[in-house]
């Protein structure tokens, strides 16, 4: 036998070599390659787990039931209808929470609308009153009548006309001495003009009433030309001397006589003058009972010299107002003020105007008291009676602004009896808080008295520099009416799910505005309520409400005939009604909460789990004693381990609003710390009985499989699917368990994991033995490979591959990130490290078993092989190789078409390299066993590896070139063993 030179070409000529790279055989399997893979639905060769896991989920919940309960009357299912029940459950509530309500809520208290009437003696007085208060009017512009006012008030006090013109006719008779004045109140000047070296003046104001010439009154005169002081009806009046100031503060009032006959030829005429000096050449001038402007001058002028040392007052501005132009009910606005020549100054001077008529039959002490009483009355009656007429309408809430006719009514009995706009907004709110507790009212309007009352406070005492000010009398009312409201407050609040609805959005608004006027009414300077803080008294309130609320809840939940199944159920309904709770807790009441300082969720969370905590941990107590005595596999286990489920998830969904609370808060609550140990001897019960169940399932499986296609599309029989399934189903249970404990969940964790494993080997173990029944083994008869043998390949494959998702089926990361928050990284790697290898060890196992049929199936095909190969050496040397491994060729791309067909892309691999092995050990066997080769043949043998080999790589698409040299390698060994020297490369 010759030797080849090492630098002598390769036998194959390289038309030949060109060939067999892109022969027919090597595009057979190219087309191979690319089938499987299309038949996977993928475009390489990695197998699409996820893919091929989510068509099993696609399986409705029916289909799987169903499957369940052919399989071990749905034991698996059961549990997930339970958690899927639950999920639905849950969503239904929160849209059923988030339905908005149309329908009025209740009320904190509420009585039908009604007029209140008046009789005898209190209804005389009252409308008499009232007669008086129209007859005293001052009549400026106004366009409400005396016979308009007269019909109003007959209408309100049902008074007839009879009665009206009795009354009418004593009181005009009746001779009361009255006084009509004009209270004109000075407050404050703003930007006056400096009149002093230092640019600064020492401002006053004298103040009193000029009469106006026809012509004025027809706008043909000019205001300066008519300076002469109405004599014998009023007085010039002057403020104090601020000094030093141009914007000054006075606050004083004074009273100027009016005559109701003349009103509407009187301006009042208000000067500004500065003081150089002394104040007391002013203060004498009023003594000497000047009584015109020009003789005031005069007499300025006179004493000048002595009291100013020669200076007189500087002239700084006037103001002139009609009386005409002033409302009969008052006015208090800021006015330009003038100078000599009628032109208006940057300064202004704040000025309150108001008509007040003076009874010499009431005495000052008893007259306010009279007087605030006979106006709350009136407007308590106006109210009423117009609340009654809205009602009649068909209004559903009145807003509380009254007619026009009873506001100038009210207005003018305040004005005339002196009842300052604090007083007069001291009965707007006394009236709103009685009428908000019989009739349904406008909030808005309610806060809305409630800042002017608060502004009105502020004012007054503002310009009094202290709270001595207010009088015990209007202090007295002030708090009376503040703390009816108060009360009124915490009767709502303790009721707020039933009286402020989270899903009723006017409601809501109520309550807002409520708060708000609250919070006002808390800061009303001179009223105390009690000695709580608006918080603290919130608190109470919103407690008392939660407490109430529970123990109606649970009352309603209550079960009938009590029972261990019925008393879980009962926890179940309370825990979720808790759920629902907090959900509004934290979507609407804390948001209408926090602006008042209050913490409603941290509140009503651990008020909730000092009411809810205190009666699972009995129930659960209980429960686990049972559970120790009730045979896994019984009825009982099932029923109330299914309602213990329900009961554990409920609770979770609580547990889930924990990162809404603070950490101080946290810290309190019984759930966060206990609830894992009362349903900790459940769950380690329930995995017990799960391994066993799945283990029986997995043979239940297998013993229905045909061992066919579960679908064209799926490569893979029922029994991988429900052995996937019911592995899944275990997965999924324990992450929607989400164990909050994290030592615990790992301990869980991995005993899930060598349960899921146990299955999967299990699984494994089974179909291996069903091969070995069957002959699969066996060294007799002909072997032909087979779709079942296939579809057997894939279902071990397909569990296989399942534990390479299983970390994410399971939720490692997070377990081990728990353990590594609360115990160290070290810790938490060790842990992972524990379970990674008994995912190994089993992935091993099942790797392990197809490689031993896949070796099986290269012993068998290799028989075959040998007798395919034998041409090469026994045809004539004239017959071309290619022709020759024919029936090689053919024999490979029948049984390879077989396992494209039916295998996964990466059995397929696996068993193309067996099968590449396998021709090229039986090449190697052929020259070791034939001594007498002539170097043609080993030529032959030579070129038929350049053919076989591009057929197995497929232009890259089967095996690589890598894995493939190493066993050639082998191959060259043996010849150059036979003293052949080859040098060719593949």
């Known amino acids: 036998m010759k030797s080849r030179r090492p630098d002598t070409e390769s036998p194959i000529e390289p038309e030949a070599r060109d060939r067999s790279e892109t022969g027919s055989s090597s595009n057979m399997l190219l087309q191979l390659c690319r089938s499987a893979a299309q038949k996977l639905g993928i475009g390489g060769y990695k197998l699409d787990v996820k893919q091929q896991q989510a068509m099993e989920r696609d399986m409705t919940q029916e289909e799987r039931n169903k499957r369940g309960k052919e399989l071990d009357d749905g034991f698996f299912e059961g549990y997930t209808d339970t958690f899927d029940k639950h999920d639905r459950i849950q969503a239904e509530r929160r849209q059923k929470g988030d339905e908005e309500l149309f329908d009025e809520p209740a009320s904190a208290s509420s009585a039908d609308v009604a007029a209140i009437v008046l009789e005898g003696a209190e209804l005389e007085d009252v409308y008499r009153a009232l007669l008086r208060t129209v007859q005293y009017r001052v009549k400026t512009a106004d366009t409400l009548t005396t016979a308009s006012m007269h019909e109003y008030m007959q209408k309100v006090l049902r008074v007839s006309d009879q009665q009206h013109a009795a009354w009418m006719d004593s009181e005009t008779r009746v001779v009361e001495h009255s006084r009509q004045v004009l209270r004109v109140s000075i407050i404050r000047g703003t930007k006056l003009p400096a009149k002093d070296s230092n640019d600064m003046s020492d401002p006053f104001c004298v103040l009193g009433l000029v009469e106006l010439p026809p012509r004025y009154l027809d706008g043909k005169s000019k205001t300066k030309k008519v300076q002469k002081l109405v004599k014998d009806k009023s007085k010039l009046h002057t403020t104090e001397v601020i000094a030093k100031n141009l914007n000054p503060e006075w606050n004083q009032s004074f009273d100027i006589d009016i005559d109701l006959s003349t009103v509407q030829k009187q301006v009042l005429q208000i000067d500004v003058w500065d003081s150089d000096e002394d104040v007391t050449s002013v203060k004498s001038a009023v003594k000497a009972n000047v009584e015109s402007v020009a003789g005031f001058f005069r007499y300025v002028g006179q004493v000048g010299e ?20 002033i409302p009969e009910e008052g006015i208090e606005q800021w006015y330009h003020i003038l100078n000599r020549k009628q032109r208006q100054l940057e300064g202004k001077l704040r000025i309150g105007l108001r008509f007040v008529v003076q009874h010499s039959t009431r005495k000052c002490s008893v007259s306010f008291e009279d007087a605030f009483s006979e106006h709350v009355r009136i407007h308590q009656l106006f109210s009423a009676y117009e609340s009654q007429q809205f009602a009649e309408s068909g209004g559903r809430r009145w807003d509380m602004k009254l007619s026009s006719l009873a506001t100038r009514l009210l207005q003018l009995h305040a004005s005339q009896h002196d009842l300052m706009s604090l007083e007069e907004a001291l009965v707007d709110w006394i009236i709103v808080v009685e009428h908000h507790e019989l009739y349904d009212v406008d909030y808005e309007y309610m806060l809305s008295v409630t800042n002017r009352l608060r502004q009105e406070l502020d004012v007054v005492l503002q310009r009094a520099g202290n709270g001595d000010v207010l009088d015990c009398a209007t202090v007295s009312k002030l708090t009376a009416s503040c703390l009816r409201f108060h009360e009124w407050c915490f009767r709502a609040l303790s009721k707020l799910r039933v009286i402020y609805p989270a899903n009723h959005k006017k409601a809501l608004i109520k309550l807002g505005a409520v708060l708000k006027c609250l919070e006002v009414v808390y800061r ?83 008020d909730l789990d000092s009411l809810l905590s205190p009666r699972i941990e009995a129930r659960m107590r209980n429960f686990n004693k049972l559970l120790k005595e009730v045979d896994v596999n019984s009825d009982e286990f099932k029923v109330l381990s299914t309602a213990s489920f329900q009961l554990y998830l409920a609770l979770k969904e609580i547990y889930k609003y924990k990162p809404e609370l603070p950490t101080s808060v946290v810290a309190e609550v019984q759930l966060f710390t206990k609830m894992h140990s009362w349903f900790k001897p459940l769950v380690a019960r329930w995995f017990e009985l799960a391994n066993v169940k799945a283990i029986c399932r997995i043979d239940r499986a297998i013993e229905l499989d045909q061992v066919r296609r579960v679908s064209d599309t799926a490569m893979h029989s029922t029994s991988a699917v429900d052995t996937v399934q019911c592995l899944l189903q275990l997965c999924e249970l324990w992450k929607r368990l989400d164990w909050p404990v994290p030592e615990a969940a790992f301990l869980f964790v991995l005993n899930l994991t060598d349960v899921i494993c146990e299955g999967a080997l299990h699984y494994g173990n089974r179909l291996h033995g069903i091969l070995e029944k069957t002959g699969y083994y066996d060294d007799e008869g002909q072997f032909d490979v087979t779709e079942q043998l296939c579809i057997t390949l894939n279902n071990i494959h397909y569990v296989q591959r399942t534990l390479s998702n299983l970390a994410d089926s399971l939720g490692w990361d997070k377990v081990i990130e728990d353990i590594a928050r609360e115990g160290g990284t070290e810790a938490a790697e060790r842990n992972r490290a524990s379970l990674i290898r008994r995912i190994s060890s089993t992935d091993d196992d099942l790797v392990g078993k197809c490689h031993v049929i896949v070796t099986r199936i290269g012993t068998k095909m290799g028989v075959d092989i040998r007798g395919y190969l034998q041409p090469l050496v026994s045809d004539p040397e004239s017959v071309d190789v290619e022709k020759s491994i024919t029936g090689l060729m053919d024999y490979l791309s029948s049984n390879l078409q077989t396992l494209s067909n039916n295998l996964f892309i990466d059995i397929f691999k696996l068993i193309l390299f067996e099968i590449y092995r396998v021709c090229v050990e039986k090449m190697r066997d052929i020259v070791v066993d034939k001594r007498n080769l002539t170097p043609t043949v080993y030529n032959r043998l030579l070129e038929a590896i350049e053919i076989i080999v591009p057929f197995f790589y497929s232009n890259g698409n089967g095996l690589s070139r890598e894995a493939m040299e190493i066993n050639q390698f082998k191959v060259c060994c043996q010849m150059e063993c036979k003293g052949i020297v080859w040098s060719g490369v593949i």
């Open 306 to 325: 002595t009291v100013f040392g020669g200076a007189k007052p500087d002239f700084m501005g006037r103001v002139f107002i009609p009386l005409q132009d």
């Open 524 to 606: 009303f300077p001179v009223v105390r309520l009690g000695e709580e803080s608006l918080v603290e008294f919130l608190n109470g309130a919103l407690q008392k409400s939660t407490a109430d609320w529970f123990e109606r809840q649970e009352a309603l939940v209550e079960p009938q005939v009590k029972t261990d199944d019925s008393e879980i159920q009962a926890f179940v309904d309370l825990a979720s009604d808790v759920v629902l709770d907090l959900y509004q807790a934290v979507k609407v009441y804390r948001h209408l909460l926090k602006p008042v300082g209050v913490d409603y969720v941290s509140l009503v969370y651990k």
